[in-house]
């Protein structure tokens, strides 16, 4: 069974950090393009950073150009997603998908269906 599990979320004062991670389980990474998305209730779903694990290549959303980083562990099998200088509009349920081959600003400008349940950030002092 092909999963993607999401972990890292919680709450965080404004100008904190948290990791997120993308564990996947039943396939391996290579070939795919994993992308990170996030929706806040009320608004629609936002491509926020994704990563081709066939070379490497990155693309973030310029609202969060300089504060995310997005990563791999190959042994891990693990994508993250490192946040820094949060604000309160980073608010929302995280969750990460799977492409193949996809090219990484297609995956990001085309926000897929979660695979798992995703993690919730919440930003607030």
């Known amino acids: 069974q092909l999963q993607l599990v999401e972990s890292g979320g919680g709450l965080v004062q404004p100008g904190g950090s948290l990791r997120l991670s993308c564990a996947a389980s039943?396939?391996?990474?290579?070939?795919?393009?994993i992308g990170w998305f996030r929706q806040h209730p009320g608004k629609e779903r936002e491509g926020v950073s994704c990563?081709?694990?066939?070379?490497?290549?990155?693309y973030y959303a310029h609202s969060v150009k300089g504060r995310f980083t997005i990563s791999r562990d190959h042994a891990k099998n693990t994508v993250y997603l490192q946040m820094n200088s949060l604000k309160s509009e980073d608010t929302g349920l995280y969750y990460c998908?799977?492409?193949?081959?996809?090219?990484?600003?297609?995956?990001?400008?085309?926000?897929?269906?979660?695979w798992g349940q995703g993690t919730q950030v919440t930003v607030s002092s």
């Open positions: 039943g396939f391996t990474l290579n070939y795919y393009t």
């Open positions: 990563l081709s694990v066939n070379d490497d290549t990155t």
């Open positions: 998908a799977a492409g193949l081959l996809t090219p990484v600003q297609a995956m990001c400008d085309s926000p897929r269906d979660p």
